[in-house]
């Protein structure tokens, strides 16, 4: 298998992969799981849904143990008489902002998010975003996203949420120097490596998008350059470039080569000279590369079959088979960038079958007939595939754990090998 | 609009799928979103069901929206029916799909598929999760019993003489709190007074199973929450006679024996004779002693909490000082117990209020629903789970009923653990404070002592207090009571400090003297 630097020019040939779509029942979560890690990140902010019952229950099932803190996320549930005309519901809704507020003293930032119903009877969250912001301002600014499962898939809620921001971020100083903006949820201790690594290598200007608080919102503007940590960000790229800034095309930071090209391409744009590029990174790679070579020996020649769910898909299975030595047997997606994925396109094994969308019982057929050693798929789907005796890893914990950057690297393979490790050892 | 926090029950369709997914060879489609498909993970992940939920999702997407939703509820269903062949078939929509008005049912009915096929409409804007479960049942009750019900007016036959009598479980189904242990335990029960379970439904019925429903005796209904309708209709349809106890308790599995006894004509006494349960000879040992007047809150579905409270009171010696339900469906009844015990019934789905409710009262145990557990780890009050919404941890993988006798048993350790447990961490900070350990230690609850950081309570590691205590308004101590309050011994010094400013700041006393103390002492002694 043949270890590329993952620098690829920009006029990449995909060729190799062809994606094709399907369309039938989809089993994933819908854009308002988003908010259960976005409410971690961004730690004065509080997201409230204009919703139903089921978002509320969705909300509470997806966020599971985190019922121990007070969350910092609600539901305005939409009752009959609101449908009837009964309640006016600007009223209603100003009324639960209001109790939001003042319980909740510490907020700076409210999420209006936008469900399934309140799409369909069109509750226009924009304008009652605006109206209480007038309000609350300056304490709190309030904004609105749409997290319904009509619009998005999961992963996009946070997409949506980011790119709802992005208009909010200020604008860079006219005399500002070139700075480098990193655009998606990162955990605070990847945010912190990848901090280090950039002040190693000289890039002097480096912020963090979303940032950890309301206040701390970086500037964005003609001369700030943009890295995508996140494979789901189609509006935010779109958004941030509408106010100037420029994208830096890269694969994903995940693995070994997926983040050497990603900090390689950031060092790039800053003109950082190659000889110390190399030789920040030289350290990290061969500790990374160490620490993926225990996991290499349990994964290799393994066949992995992964049903779409987090949009992370893609470049996991890049990862999967460049680093790993995995034979992909298939990769859905439930939605596809090829703009933003076309280098990472252009790194999978020629041929792998890359489905774009879902059709869940075809795509059940395919796995059970496929027998794959692994089948990464959302949480409804491994007990009883594990039933029937394949091995499953949970996709949702690809949005949980730690994944990106060098140090990262080798808890994604493990993430993937724990699975084959605890069946070789159950014995009955 | 309600502003909700946390939920304890489900959107209605959620109900029905619970009905679905514990009948055999019924499959529910549902015109839905795509974000909808999370409930399946509550069957896999919470009750571990090792296969999916029957149950397939439209999930229409807003390109959908513009064209034909109804094409593709239809096509999903024929493709459902085609590819599981159920033997009967459910359809509905969820919140969403509802506002559309496409008219699953009406839809299904044109396609004339060769099996029966239910429609479902639960009104997700208006009912709740169990709602749905108990319509779903008595839809599918009346679909299969209904064509084999007597003319009306038709007098019930006498049993044969050579006949053992038989009865219908009705209400256990899939996500219900310990369901699977306490069919397992009432069919036990009746085994041992000669009485023939019939059908169990739904958990493991199938259509042709509820086709039989009419031909037991009576019907014994577990969960009235999800049985009450289905039950009242075949009463009425085959006059059959419907249990009205639930038999969690000593007390409650001794009345059900009786019931049971005397609608199937048979002797309760030998059964009732026997010592089956250890719960009330653990309640009268002397290790038990300190459980006495324990003040304890309850909460939960109508059914769980009503007879918590009776064990708790009657069987326990606890002092019930709060009784509350969800479930308003059931509100009469709770109203009912509440009063017996003097308290006002707490009728809420709003977390908020009964988070406030429990830090007002002040009570030492608990008994509530995975959102109590939360709120006493929050206050720092011992805690057990008595009901749904279920939690992965009430699907054990031991045998762990809560009704019968071996039920009074699993309660008794579940309510009285948390206690013992609350009484170990108290010793543990007594011998804390022997001069082996650090001398700064102080107790849970009373971390303003000599100004020195206190031993992690429980309630530290919980985000900022709410209602409990406003450190604003609290009087402040005198130096004399507070060196009088630190006499008193640890275990309930963080007590006589929270009754003691609570007694003045109900008084306007704004600095709390050592006649305070011991004005409030008297006040709260009991």
């Known amino acids: 298998m043949s270890r590329g630097n993952g620098l690829a020019g920009p006029d990449l040939d995909c060729a190799g992969v062809a994606p094709s779509s399907a369309r039938g029942q989809h089993a994933s979560f819908c854009g308002l799981a988003g908010i259960v890690w976005l409410h971690r990140k961004i730690q004065d902010a509080f997201f409230l849904v204009i919703g139903s019952r089921t978002c509320a229950h969705l909300l509470q099932s997806a966020a599971g143990v985190m019922i121990f803190a007070e969350p910092r996320f609600a539901t305005a549930v939409i009752e009959a008489r609101d449908l009837a005309g009964l309640a006016d519901i600007d009223a209603e809704i100003d009324q639960a902002v209001a109790r939001v507020i003042e319980r909740r003293p510490d907020i700076r930032l409210l999420f209006l998010v936008g469900s399934c119903p309140s799409e369909v009877i069109r509750v226009d969250l924009a304008l009652a975003a605006e109206r209480l912001s007038r309000l609350f301002a300056p304490r709190v600014r309030v904004l609105s996203y749409s997290g319904s499962g009509i619009d998005t898939t999961f992963t996009q809620g946070e997409d949506a949420c980011l790119a709802s921001l992005v208009p909010s971020l200020p604008a860079e100083a006219p ?3 070139s700075s480098l903006l990193v655009v998606g949820t990162l955990a605070e201790i990847v945010e912190d490596q990848f901090r280090r690594l950039f002040t190693e290598l000289g890039v002097e200007h480096v ?9 701390d919102l970086p500037a964005v503007g003609a001369r700030t350059k943009f890295l995508l940590a996140q494979p789901f960000l189609t509006e935010t790229a779109r958004a941030l470039q509408a106010r100037g800034a420029a994208r830096l095309a890269a694969p994903f930071p995940l693995g070994v080569e997926g983040t050497t090209a990603w900090a390689s391409a950031a060092a790039q744009a800053f003109a950082v000279d190659p000889q110390r590029l190399r030789s920040v990174l030289a350290a990290r790679t061969e500790r990374a590369q160490e620490a993926l070579a225990r996991h290499r020996e349990r994964l290799a020649g393994k066949r992995i079959f992964f049903f779409p769910d987090s949009q992370l898909e893609i470049p996991i299975a890049r990862f999967l088979a460049r680093e790993l030595a995995m034979e992909i047997v298939e990769v859905g997606t439930p939605y596809l960038n090829r703009h933003h994925l076309a280098r990472e396109l252009a790194l999978l094994p020629p041929q792998t079958p890359v489905i774009e969308g879902q059709d869940l019982e075809r795509g059940l057929d395919r796995c059970r007939a496929a027998r794959p050693d692994l089948t990464v798929c959302g949480l409804g789907l491994a007990n009883p595939l594990e039933a029937e005796g394949l091995t499953t890893k949970w996709s949702i914990e690809l949005l949980f754990t730690p994944i990106q950057g060098f140090e990262q690297a080798a808890d994604l393979a493990q993430l993937f090998a724990r699975p084959l490790l605890r069946k070789a050892r159950l014995a009955a | 609009m309600q502003l909700t926090l946390w939920t304890y029950e489900a959107p209605p369709h959620v109900g029905a799928m ?71 078939m459910l359809v509905g929509a ?11 049912a009406g839809l299904a009915q044109s396609l004339g598929l060769p099996v029966p096929v239910i ?31 007597p003319p009306p007016g038709t007098r019930r036959e006498a049993r044969a003489a050579d006949q053992p009598p038989r009865c219908n479980i009705l209400g256990p189904c899939s996500l219900g709190f310990r369901h699977r242990d306490d069919v397992h335990e009432v069919t036990g029960l009746l085994h041992r007074l000669g009485v023939e379970v019939n059908v169990v439904a739904p958990l493991g019925a199938s259509p042709a199973d509820l086709a039989r429903l009419g031909e037991a005796d009576f019907n014994i209904v577990l969960y009235p929450e999800i049985a009450y309708q289905a039950a009242q209709w075949l009463e009425r349809t085959f006059g059959q006679p419907t249990t009205k106890t639930v038999p969690i308790g000593i007390g409650a599995t001794r009345a059900f024996v009786t019931e049971v006894a005397q609608l199937a004509g048979v002797d309760a006494a030998p059964l009732l004779d ?23 809150f309850v909460f939960g579905d109508a059914t769980h909490a009503i007879a918590a409270a009776r064990i708790a009171a009657d069987e326990l010696g606890f002092d019930v000082v709060g009784l509350g339900t969800y479930s308003r469906e059931f509100a009469r009844e709770l109203r009912a117990a509440a009063a017996q015990y003097g308290i006002e019934p707490l009728i809420a789905d709003d977390y908020l209020e009964i988070e406030a409710k429990v830090a007002e009262l002040h009570p030492e145990l608990v008994l509530g629903t995975q959102m109590e557990r939360h709120i006493a780890k929050r206050l720092g009050i011992p805690s057990a789970v008595i009901s749904a919404p279920v939690h992965v941890q009430d699907f054990p993988a031991r045998y762990s009923p809560q009704m019968g006798f071996e039920g009074a048993n699993v309660i008794f350790d579940t309510f009285v653990h948390p206690l013992m447990m609350g009484l170990e961490e108290h010793l543990l900070t007594m011998f804390r404070e022997d001069f082996e350990f650090r001398k700064q230690a102080a107790a849970p609850g009373d971390a303003a002592v000599n100004g020195t950081p206190a031993p ?17 308004q609290a009087p402040s101590w005198a130096t004399e009571a507070e ?21 003045a700041q109900e008084r306007g006393v704004s600095v709390i003297t050592v006649e305070t103390l011991y004005d409030a002492k008297a006040y709260f002694s009991r």
């Open chain 2, 274 to 296: 026997e010592t089956l349960s250890r719960l009330p000879w653990y309640a009268r040992s002397v290790d038990s002693t300190y459980l006495t007047g324990k003040r304890v």
């Open chain 2, 483 to 503: 060196q009088e309050l630190h006499k008193i011994p640890f275990f309930v010094r963080g007590r006589a400090r929270r009754n003691t400013e609570r007694f």
């Open chain 2, 456 to 472: 992690t309570p429980p309630e530290v590691d919980a985000p900022p207090p709410l209602q409990a205590t406003n450190p604003i």
């Open chain 2, 119 to 149: 429609p479902l409409e639960l009104s997700a804007y208006q009912r709740k999760e169990n709602w749905g479960a108990a319509e779903t049942l008595y839809r599918l009750v009346r679909a299969f019993a209904g064509p084999h019900a």
């Open chain 1, 207 to 215: 912020r963090f998008f979303p940032p950890r608080g309301a206040s």
């Open chain 2, 94 to 104: 969820t919140c969403t799909a509802e506002l559309l008005q496409d008219d699953p």
């Open chain 2, 18 to 88: 619970r009905v679905a997914a514990a009948l055999e060879g019924v499959h529910y489609v549902l015109h839905a979103p795509q974000g909808d498909t999370y409930a399946d993970l509550l069957f896999t992940m919470i009750e571990r069901s090792a296969k999916r939920p029957p149950v397939s999702y439209t999930t229409f997407m807003a390109r959908d929206l513009g064209g034909d939703t109804t094409e593709l509820f239809a096509t999903t269903l024929r493709d459902t029916y085609e590819r599981f062949r159920p033997q009967a």
């Open chain 1, 175 to 177: 005399d500002a120097e």
